[in-house]
Structures are given as C-alpha cells and as structure tokens.
C-alpha cells in the first residue's frame, strides 16, 4: 500500500534528490494497526540544510537543527522532518545532550523507546523493522528497544508513555520492560509536568485505562502521590464493595473514553477520603466532607500539573458537589443556575459514574438523575429565569428605586434566588413592588 496525500509527496521529492525518506514511529504502528493517525513524523538520510534546501520553494522552519529537525509546510500542514541520527547522553532525563548524524535507518530506529514505535516506512509501503514492531504488535506485547533500563534513564517519561500506551492499545508490557518501569519510576520526579499532564490525560481515556491504573499504581503515585493513600483503603461501607482507589477506577470505567474531563475528575473525586474516614458505633463507615477536601486536593495537584485555570475550577466544583443530594426542581433550578446546562448534565453523568462504582442496590438512583438532567434542559428550553440577565428588572432599576453601591446587586441576587425558588414570578411589576416593600423605596 503506498502512502498518500501531501506526506507522499514530501517523501517523493526528498527520494528525486537522492535521499531515503521514511514515515517513522506511531503513525506507521497506527498503519498497520488500521487506526486512525494525527501525527505523521518523517525522518531521511537528508541533513537539515539539504531538507530546507530540497523544500525551497514551500515555507520551511529551523524547528531544532541541532537535533536535526526541520518543520516543511506543505497544503497548510507542518511536517516535521528529522534526518537519521544516533542520540548522544541525556543528562537532562530529556533530550540528548549531543546528536550525530547518520546515513542508516536502523542506527535511527534504535534509539527509538519502543518496538512498535521503531518501525519506518517509505512511500511505496515498504517497512523498515529491525526489531520486531510488526510481530510485537501482532502479540499484543510492549516492548523496549534494547536494554528497557537504558531507555528508561535516557527519559523517564517513556516510563508513562509505556503505561500510557498499554491503556490505548490494549497491550501488554513486556516483562523485562515492566520490571525496569517499575523500578525505575522515581526518575519521573525529573520530568516536566507539562509532559507528564499530557501522558496522563491520554492513559484516561485509552481502553485498557481500569487494569492499567490497577496493575501500575505505584506508577500513578509516583505522579500523584496524594492517591497512594487510597490505595487498599477499606470504606467499611454497605454502599460500596471495594476500597477507595478501585472504587475511583470502576468510577473512571463508567464514564465514555471519549470523555476527557469527566475522567480526570473521576480520578480526582475521592482522593480526600481517607483524611475523613471515621466508623460508627454500627461499624459502619463514614466521610463526611470528603468531597470538599477532595476538592481542595484536585485544585493543589492540577495547579502542580499545569492544568489550565478553567479547567480547574470546573473540576473541582463538581468534585465539591458529587455527593450532595438533588430531589427537588427547587434545587435543580439552583445548581443550574449555578453551573450552567452543560456542567450540570456533567454532574448527574458524574453521580451515575459514581454509582457504579458501588454496589449494585444503588444504580436505580441514576433513573432519577436521568429524569433530573431532562428536567434541566426543559427549564433551559423554557427560558426559565436562571440568571441575572434573565431578570425582569436590572442595575438601572434598582438605582431607579433609590438604591446605591452593593446594595443594588444584593437586591438583584435575592430577587433571582427568589424567582429561582419559586417565591416570585419574573415579572417586572412584582420584582419592583418586593423591593419597594422591603427596602421603603
């Protein structure tokens, strides 16, 4: 099979003038798997130079020519290009201190971190695979390239990455690999935590994500150490059969792989329980406020993560509210207009999640949440009054009544509060009267 679109055509003139060009790494280990690809690497025996000199006419980027890497623009889309070359130390547990240059493909593919990873292809579909990828992909099976503990040392994060695309792929490690992750999985201490926020946002949602977070916890902590804590915690509860940290797994489980923020929030939920865990005189445990402390611990470590703040501060209000209850349309008109249609629905979604990470007796309460999340958005349907902008009267009618400085939004907030529990019609007149009345306006 030949490789098409504008990277065939970069291949294609990068062989006119006499150099090998390959597709290299995930994108061909996602050819031969049949899914879908996004990044599409491409690596020659062409130094950089000769690349920006080869692509003179099309706008080309110096993107890291100490590495070798040039960024070709080709129909709108960047192309890195990185020519052949054998990876010097990593002091900095990053990148290489020093390259060099080299005009063989297989001295390329071996400084590459795993087999299904160090695999090129070149325009017509022909593979280079000097170490196996195909085969290991056929089993199923993650395995370094060479010695697992030099690739670990070289940079740790391909520790993650392991974890990470065992969770996508379904696969499994290797066990020579799987030893050296594990023992070696202190050294993540030294990578950035932009990297590691992103390894782990991709490892959420891959397919495998409930035995992976199971069988690498160790790992996970040495991300996350505010979650070892969890780990075998007891809940002594009638409501749940299983300790913290599964019971935060099977949560993740229940929610769709393509449904990032509500996985992270998942993780996140109950890592503030076993702080609050006390036992009645019935043996029966408990953790009341746990939710907020789990609150408070998600926005200390997204901070350390890098999470953006928006991000942030959705997660972590829904993580303070998973285990309030809702009854009443009253209450739904309230967390409604507190958190929006979108957040509200991914708060009943959050509190099914949660349910099914317990025992089965409570999943009929996730047939309330359903009807709770459809009464949200009739009343969003309906315009119903669930926020300031929607109020029959503004700022300039309460200043109109004589009222002045905080004053004007206090009467503008008790007047929607009271909408929102029914005690007063959204009616210009009415609202205009309560106040007139209360205030002697």
Known sequence: MTVKGPEADILRRLEQNGFKAYLVGGCVRDHIMGRPIHDTDITTSALPEQVMEVFSDMKTIPTGLKHGTVTVISEGIPFEITTFRVDGDYTDSRRPDTVRFTPDINEDLARRDFTINAMAMDADGNIVDPFGGRDDIAHSIIRCVGEPEKRFTEDALRILRGVRFASQLGFTVENATEKAMLSLSDRLDLISRERVREEFDKLLCGRNCVEV???????????????????????????????????????????????????????????????????????????????QLS?????????????????????????????????????????????????????????????????????????????LADTARSLVREDFCLSLSQLAVNGQDMLALGLKGKAVGEALNELLSKVIEDELTNDRDTLINYIRGKYNA
């Open 213 to 291: 977070l199971l069988r690498y916890r160790s790992i996970i902590a040495q991300i996350i150490p505010e979650i070892e804590p969890c780990f075998g915690f007891e809940q002594h509860s009638r409501y749940h059969r299983h300790d913290v940290y599964s019971h935060i797994v099977h949560t993740i489980e229940a929610v769709p792989d393509s449904d990032l923020f509500l996985r992270r929030a998942m993780f996140f939920h109950d890592i503030g329980k076993p702080p609050m865990f006390t036992m009645d005189e019935n043996g029966e445990g408990h953790f009341k406020g746990h939710a």
């Open 295 to 371: 609150a408070e611990m998600a926005e200390t470590i997204m901070q350390r993560l890098r999470y953006d703040n928006r991000t942030i501060e959705r997660t972590c209000l829904l993580i303070s509210l998973h285990s309030d209850k809702v009854n009443t349309d009253t209450q739904v008109k309230k967390l409604l207009s507190r958190l929006g249609a979108e957040d509200f629905c991914k708060l009943m979604e959050f509190k099914k999640a949660d349910n099914c990470g317990k025992n089965e007796f409570v999943l009929h309460e996730n047939e309330l949440f359903d009807k």
